[in-house]
């Protein structure tokens, strides 16, 4: 039997012992079923031009098989049992530990000794380890808007020094999800030979501090860096509670080493504007020197030239308490060149007397 051609929808002769076709769709198998149509009977079905009407059973063969079913791989069990494959042990509470033991092979320590290389995180861990992240962030703040103000000012009568002093405090407030609330006071000079110099604005603020507790336990009052007496900052959130501790004092510097505050500033308020990249004050840069009472040092660098993934922070203390991967340096305050070393001893001292001072009635 030839099939007509599917350009053409035609009725042939009965003779011809074909089905008429009455459009190429119909001619046209389908892509799912290559057996051929229920309408095609076969050629002894025919007499005297009509078809034999015949049961169904004659046409059965040329019938469409079903569709088989959809595979389910949602319902396929990887834990069923192969001929010649080792079974997984069953799920119990040191499944984790043999998992990582049978992974990471050798070169790791026994399970028994995992209290020695993962140690266990308490409380006081999680409590300062978000002390350090939020005074890293306060710092880098604090920093990063004096560096805009110094730089509307630069040139003027009430130009601000590159250097200021960050007192930090900590209250209690259960709505916050570390259970306490960082606050900060900021200690801010007009530019000037003593107030440019770290090392005699640090030393004159110690000395300030030293007179002033001496002044407080003349006269029997005590003495508050914060006011409203004897005041040691001028900005930041005066209005704290007085509940709030004392945590750590900052320096924060517009200058970095080997690249000075005002020369760059300069640098870049006297370049012209048709250059082909013009530089702003989100190119300037800057640091700080961070000290907490928990005995951690920090080093916060505001660069936007770091790598990215650097958020620019060093530690003599870990960020992410019970993580190994966390690098310390330990050595932060004896490492750096010599003005970075002189710095952090000065910053030190003024750290040590408030420290002595404010939190001499604390444990």
Known sequence: MTYPDRRQARHRDPDDRQWPIASARQAAPSWHDATPPAYYPPRDDWAGGE????????????????????????????????????EPPAPHDSFRDQFEQQMIGDWAPPVSDRQAWEPQVTEHDLYWASVRIQAASVVREVNFKHCHVAFERLGSRHALSPLCVILLYAAPDPRQATGFRM????????????????????????????????????????WDPRGP???????????????????GTALASLSIEHRDWHTSARTVAAQPVTTA????????????????TDGTAMHVR?????????????????????RSYHRLHSDLTDSGGEQTRTTWRLLTDLHDTLTAYLLRDHP
Do not use: C, W
């Open 229 to 247: 007496e004897r005041s040691m900052v001028n900005v930041g959130d005066l209005d704290m509670p007085r509940t709030a501790q004392y945590i």
């Open 277 to 292: 990249r013009t530089g702003s004050v989100f190119d300037l840069p800057g640091q700080a020197f961070v000290l907490l």
């Open 51 to 86: 078809p034999v009407q015949r049961s169904a059973d004659v046409y059965r063969g040329y019938q469409s098989p079903p569709p088989p079913p959809p595979t389910e791989y949602a319902h396929f069990d990887h834990r069923e049992s192969v001929p010649g494959r080792e």
């Open 302 to 322: 505001r660069d936007p030239t770091l790598r990215f993934g650097d958020d620019g922070v060093r530690s003599t203390h870990t960020l992410t308490p019970g």
């Open 183 to 222: 606050f900060h006071t900021v200690r801010h000079n007009y530019t000037g030979p003593v107030y440019d110099n770290v090392e005699r604005l640090l030393p004159g603020l110690t000395e300030v501090a030293r007179t002033n507790i001496d002044h407080a336990a003349k006269t029997g009052r005590r």
